[in-house]
């Protein structure tokens, strides 16, 4: 399976395509066969002993045996340990509700902040932006989020939010925002002093030191997502000089 | 590298793992960006939850020192020796004093109550 599928990477794949390991061509002559590990991510799922597309793209590799299916969308779907921003919606009692962006709201404990016990409650209102991590994200059951790490630390993890703008892109620009080399986000540092929140549910939230600046970098990061990237250059550009 | 689901363990021929995230996949970094020192702390945490990037140099990259490591040796040795003076007792004092001149040091055997033969 493994050769079948290094061979399409980089090709478009549609939900249907399948790979399987009775396609290779090589038989083994030995009757102990060595388990050959396939890490399938986003798009790519198991059925039985095949690996079978469920979303149309590019199929990726990375080594040494991590695959997946590139593509775009804006709805997200909560996955465990992607950190997102999510809005505070219900305070009942020991859970508070968040708006991740998903089908259902996530439940968030008051206990799973840094420092909180029965006594010291976080300070957590309706309407809060909460920057938080998935614990708990699959179809079966109602998806729960956590502002610390397993040692207990925050790590920049919890409530943000004063004077800044909370926005919706696409999941593909935040990936693009994310990734190692960020291109976007190299083009964005020549701009102005700024603080950026990224959520993998497709929000952003920025803070700037002017209002007038916040908004021109919310419109300059809502309108890229959609350019190439000499567009974008182009954009960030004459933004850059016309900047006062 | 988070591991959601393991096909199923009878099956000794292929390992098929699920991952449903793509930050493993494509190496995404942390989540909070400061740009020109807008929110200090967040820069640090930046430098923290980011995967350290390998240097040119050498893998690890050497801390600026005052002083060089020899000379931090060197004094290193001079303070065992001053601290060991320090707290020794008035015979073993007295017996380095003697040995001073000459390059070698005696130890000092303490002396202990010797239960009696019979």
């Known amino acids: 399976m493994f050769p079948a599928l290094k061979q399409r990477v980089g090709d478009v794949l549609l939900p249907g395509d399948e790979f399987s390991s009775e396609d290779d061509d090589t038989i083994s002559l030995t009757d102990h066969v060595k388990p050959e590990k396939v890490v399938c991510g986003p798009g790519l799922r198991r059925s039985g002993d095949r690996l079978v597309v469920c979303k149309s793209g590019v199929l990726r590799h990375k080594q040494p045996n991590m695959f997946w299916m590139e593509s775009q969308q804006r709805r997200y779907v909560p996955a465990k340990g992607e950190t997102i921003i999510g809005i505070v919606t219900v305070k009942s009692g020991d859970i508070f509700k968040v708006d991740c962006g998903g089908?259902?709201?996530?439940?968030?404990?008051?206990?799973?902040?840094?420092?909180?016990?029965?006594?010291?409650?976080?300070n957590v209102q309706v309407g809060d932006l909460v920057f938080a991590q998935f614990i708990i994200a699959n179809k079966d059951m109602e998806p729960e989020l956590v502002c610390m790490d397993s040692s207990g630390r925050a790590n920049g993890m919890g409530v943000f939010g004063g004077g800044g703008l909370l926005?919706?892109?696409?999941?593909?620009?935040?990936?693009?925002?994310?990734?190692?080399?960020?291109?976007?986000?190299?083009?964005?540092?020549?701009?102005?002093?700024?603080?950026?929140?990224?959520?993998?549910?497709?929000?952003?939230?920025?803070?700037?030191?002017?209002?007038?600046?916040?908004?021109?970098?919310?419109?300059?990061?809502?309108?890229?997502?959609?350019?190439?990237?000499?567009?974008?250059?182009?954009?960030?550009?004459?933004?850059?000089?016309g900047a006062l | 590298l988070s591991l959601s689901l393991v096909s199923d363990w009878s099956s000794d021929r292929n390992l098929i793992i699920e991952e449903q995230s793509f930050v493993p996949c494509e190496d995404l970094k942390f989540g909070r960006i400061s740009?020109?020192?807008?929110?200090?702390?967040?820069?640090?945490?930046?430098?923290?939850?980011?995967?350290?990037?390998?240097?040119?140099?050498?893998?690890?990259?050497?801390?600026q020192t005052d002083i060089t490591d020899e000379e931090m040796a060197l004094r290193y040795e001079s303070l065992v020796g001053s601290m060991k003076k320090k707290f020794a007792k008035k015979r073993e004092r007295a017996a380095n004093e003697d040995n001073k001149n000459q390059n070698f040091s005696e130890t000092i055997t303490k002396r202990a109550f010797m239960k009696p033969q019979d």
Request: one cysteine or more; hydrophobic letters at 40%; a neutral charge.
């Open chain 1, 103 to 122: 089908s259902e709201q996530a439940s968030l404990s008051y206990l799973a902040f840094e420092g909180a016990t029965k006594r010291n409650r976080p």
């Open chain 1, 167 to 241: 926005f919706s892109v696409s999941l593909g620009l935040v990936r693009r925002l994310l990734s190692p080399h960020s291109e976007v986000l190299s083009d964005l540092q020549q701009l102005f002093p700024c603080e950026l929140v990224v959520g993998m549910n497709g929000r952003l939230w920025v803070k700037s030191s002017r209002v007038q600046q916040t908004l021109v970098i919310a419109n300059l990061l809502q309108s890229c997502d959609t350019m190439t990237a000499q567009q974008r250059r182009e954009l960030f550009r004459r933004v850059a000089q």
């Open chain 2, 35 to 63: 740009f020109k020192g807008f929110n200090p702390e967040v820069e640090k945490l930046m430098i923290l939850m980011n995967p350290r990037e390998e240097e040119e140099g050498g893998e690890e990259s050497r801390m």
